[in-house]
């Protein structure tokens, strides 16, 4: 997993946890790994989303292995990401528009 700032990062279930987008200094990412707290390692789950973006706020738990959060792309549009730990996912359920300052 590259170094990065302002990714998504949601819990998955007791032991793992989502890190997805973010930006690495250059530009925003899309990927998505899985972080597991027992034997601390990470694995990717998602090497090219459909979206780059960062995050700036929570993420939510829609159930148990699904991770939603607001993210914002390189043209500071806000979408609405679900990752689904099941198949691996990451979808846009939703774009919202133009971020307000």
């Not at 998505?32 to 960062?54: C, H, M, Q, Y």
């Not at 829609?62 to 730990?85: K, N, W």
């Amino acid at each position: 997993m590259t170094p990065r700032y302002c990714p998504s990062v949601g819990i998955l279930n007791e032991s793992s946890i989502l890190i997805m987008g973010g930006h690495d200094g250059v530009s925003n990412l899309s990927d998505a790994w899985i972080f597991n707290s027992k034997t601390r390692k990470g694995v990717v789950a998602v090497e090219d989303g459909p979206l780059s973006f960062i995050s700036r706020s929570n993420t939510i738990n829609a159930e148990p292995g699904i991770v939603q959060a607001l993210v914002r792309d390189e043209s500071f549009v806000v979408h609405m990401v679900r990752f689904t730990h099941r198949t691996k996912k990451v979808e846009v359920i939703q774009t919202l528009g133009a971020e307000i300052d």
